[in-house]
C-alpha cells in the first residue's frame, strides 16, 4: 500500500516563508515524477511545480522565482520551500508522484496540506 504524506502546512504572514514536505511509504518499485499542486476554494486544481527523477524541475508562473521544489530519492521525500507568501498561495497544498510498485505504475495523492497565508 502506497501512502503519501504531507506536512509542514500552516498560517503565515504575506512575505513569509514554509517548507511542505511529503514522504513515500509503502512497497516501492520506483518513483518517476513527484509535484505540488494546490487548490484553493471554488478553483481547479492546478500544479504548483514538479520535479523528474533527473532532477529537471517546472514551476507555474505565479510561483517562479518564490518557491523551489527538491527531491531525495534516498529518502522517497519531496519538499517545497516556499517564500515571499502572498495571501494568494492560500490553498490545500497535495502531494502528487508517479510510482511504479510491483503491481501497477500509476499516480498516487497526499490527503493535502492547508496554507493559509494572511494579509
Known amino acids: 500500500q502506497v501512502q503519501l504524506v504531507e506536512s509542514g502546512g500552516g498560517l503565515v504572514q504575506a512575505g513569509g516563508s514554509l517548507r511542505l514536505s511529503c514522504v513515500v511509504s509503502?512497497?516501492?518499485?520506483?518513483?518517476?515524477?513527484m509535484g505540488w499542486y494546490r487548490q484553493a476554494p471554488g478553483n481547479q486544481r492546478e500544479l504548483v511545480a514538479d520535479i523528474s527523477n533527473d532532477n529537471s524541475t517546472k514551476y507555474s508562473d505565479s510561483v517562479k522565482g518564490r518557491f523551489t521544489i527538491t527531491r531525495d530519492n534516498a529518502k522517497n521525500t519531496v519538499s517545497l520551500q516556499m517564500n515571499s507568501l502572498k495571501p494568494e498561495d492560500t490553498a490545500l497544498y497535495y502531494c502528487n508522484g508517479y510510482i511504479l510498485t510491483l503491481l501497477e505504475a500509476r499516480e498516487y495523492w497526499g490527503q493535502g496540506t492547508q496554507v493559509t497565508v494572511s494579509s
Open positions: 509503502g512497497t516501492i518499485a520506483s518513483i518517476n515524477r
